[in-house]
């Protein structure tokens, strides 16, 4: 009989252009009275949007700035440091998934105390957190939705993951209008994550063969199931029909929340099922490279789908159809649409040197947690070709 499966995802979903001028209603159904507001010193305009929504509603919000992309453990201290003398019912992530992830961790860590690294790894968590509302302002991480919380360790040249169902979004606030002023790299390389989010997501080991820990009967990653199939293809089509048109018109509004809902589709779906050996690559590459996390999936990505294709030609076929290609592989039509955004295609391109690609292949080899995802069985010498592949252009 088939394993069975279960879906979370956040609390409540809100979407849709100026719901960000609500998020004091939501906070006030949360039962906020003083909130936290995790950003960046370019989001002033949304953070005064949030701030002003929530003084109407007599909710106090103190705001944490300094936010960073891909954030470091330090990041996340310094946040703390902010609330220092003051208690919070909620804590609001405003920004890309990195600002979302700041306030996951300061919510774990304001509600349970200890540091970061107390709860590496799954269901480490000894109980519920702080509310957390997320307000994306990049259409890409997928955190809005997700129970996963990565943070960078600059000093040891890795990541740092906390994963765990209570770090879901009690509310994910998904307002398009916000999306507008994004720069066109961050739009692409945002974009492209969210598009690996979604191939990931349907074509990862199945249900019934997906390695399960016998001590959790319900856990937050689940392998390949209809429903995330179903998410997982309405988020390839519409992201590789709009990444396009959003990067050449940045002001479309109607292209910004086809890539917005897009987005959002990838990231319930990859919640769920897991993904695979682009992030567990993603890791090393990122460290080596400095480059953007979604730019660094983007130029593995064709070279895992050219190594999982004998495992899943119905998929790729798939794959094919809803992008709208006549290339003959997935993983080509995947090269020529990285081409067509002007994004890297390969690791040489993202800046990897030759000499780290057995590192790369050695430390994502290491990450068990999303290896053992693969829908093909890979063995490390397989591995080191897969990276050997992505660091060359061979389309």
Same mark, same amino acid.
């Given at each position: ?5 279960? $879906?979370?995802?956040?609390?409540? *979903? =809100? $979407? ?7 998020? %004091? ?24 949007? *949030? ?21 470091? /453990? ?8 902010? @609330?220092?003398?003051?208690?919070? +019912? ?38 519920? !957190?702080?509310?957390?509302?997320? =307000? ?12 996963a919380c990565i943070l960078s360790l600059p000093a040891e040249d890795t990541k740092l993951a906390l994963v765990d169902n209570r770090l879901r979004p009690a509310v994910a606030l998904v307002d398009p209008e916000l999306h507008v002023t994004a720069p066109p790299r961050v739009t692409r390389d945002a974009?492209? +994550?969210? $598009?690996?989010? @979604? ?10 063969? $997906? ?11 689940? %392998?390949?199931?209809? #429903? ?6 309405? @988020? ?15 002001? +479309? ?5 086809? &890539? ?7 990231? &319930? ?8 050996? /682009? ?5 090393? !590459?990122?460290? #080596?490279?400095?480059?953007?996390? %979604? ?24 794959i094919l159809e809803l992008m709208r290609s006549e290339r003959a592989q997935a993983g080509d039509a995947v090269r020529e649409w990285l081409r067509a955004l002007g994004a890297p295609a390969t690791l040489r391109e993202l800046g990897l040197l030759p000499d780290q690609i057995g590192p790369t292949a050695? *430390? ?6 999303? &290896? ?14 897969? !990276? ?8």
């Amino acid at each position: 009989m088939a394993r069975a499966w279960a $879906f979370q995802s956040a609390g409540r *979903i =809100v $979407f849709g252009g100026g719901s960000v001028d609500r998020i %004091g209603e939501l906070l006030e159904r949360e039962g906020a009275r003083r909130c936290l507001l995790v950003s960046d010193p370019n989001l002033a305009g949304p953070a005064e949007r *949030i701030r002003a929504s929530a003084a109407a509603r007599s909710i106090a919000c103190r705001v944490f700035a300094g936010g960073e992309p891909e954030p470091s /453990v330090a990041v996340v201290e310094r946040c703390l440091e902010s @609330a220092a003398g003051a208690q919070f +019912d909620a804590i609001v992530g405003l920004g890309g998934g990195s600002n979302i992830d700041v306030a996951k961790a300061a919510a774990v860590l304001l509600t349970h105390g200890g540091e970061a690294r107390d709860y590496e790894g799954q269901n480490r968590l000894p109980g519920p !957190v702080t509310p957390v509302l997320a =307000v994306p302002t990049t259409a890409g991480s997928g955190s809005e939705v997700s129970g996963a919380c990565i943070l960078s360790l600059p000093a040891e040249d890795t990541k740092l993951a906390l994963v765990d169902n209570r770090l879901r979004p009690a509310v994910a606030l998904v307002d398009p209008e916000l999306h507008v002023t994004a720069p066109p790299r961050v739009t692409r390389d945002a974009g492209v +994550d969210a $598009f690996c989010h @979604a191939v990931e997501a349907l074509t990862i080991a199945d249900c019934d063969a $997906f390695p399960q820990d016998p001590a959790d009967p319900w856990p937050l990653y689940q %392998g390949k199931h209809p #429903f995330g199939d179903a998410l997982a293809e309405r @988020a390839i089509a519409l992201i590789a029909a709009n990444l396009p048109r959003v990067l050449a018109a940045p002001a +479309d509004l109607e292209a910004r929340s086809a &890539m917005a809902l897009g987005a959002l589709l990838a990231g &319930m779906a990859m919640s769920n099922t897991g993904i695979y050996t /682009v992030h567990a690559l993603t890791y090393p !590459v990122g460290a #080596f490279t400095h480059a953007s996390h %979604g730019a660094c999936n983007g130029a593995l990505l064709p070279a895992v789908l050219d190594f999982v294709a004998p495992e899943r030609p119905e998929e790729m076929r798939r794959i094919l159809e809803l992008m709208r290609s006549e290339r003959a592989q997935a993983g080509d039509a995947v090269r020529e649409w990285l081409r067509a955004l002007g994004a890297p295609a390969t690791l040489r391109e993202l800046g990897l040197l030759p000499d780290q690609i057995g590192p790369t292949a050695e *430390i994502g080899y290491g990450i068990r947690r999303l &290896m053992n995802g693969s829908p093909r069985p890979t063995s490390p010498e397989q591995l080191l070709e897969i !990276v050997r592949r992505a660091f060359g252009d061979r389309a």
